[in-house]
């Protein structure tokens, strides 16, 4: 058990941390793809649904 745990400490300082900027700019295009896609499929759904009412109306 305890060679598992040295091997996790050992592959983690070989990890390559990223700076405060870095981090911050990879979070905040995250965040926007995710808000853009959000507004995109509920539109789609709004549109989607639209659609087939006016159908079934028809």
């Known amino acids: 058990m305890g060679l598992f745990f040295k091997g ?3 592959e983690g300082k070989k990890v390559r941390w990223p700076n405060k ?3 911050y700019e990879n979070t905040s295009t995250v965040l ?3 808000v ?3 507004l995109f499929f509920s539109a789609s759904y709004v549109i ?3 659609i087939l009412k006016a159908i079934e109306y028809m």
């Open 36 to 38: 853009f896609f959000g």
């Open 48 to 50: 989607a649904q639209s």
């Open 32 to 34: 926007v793809f995710c």
């Open 8 to 10: 996790v400490v050992r």
């Open 21 to 23: 900027k870095s981090m």
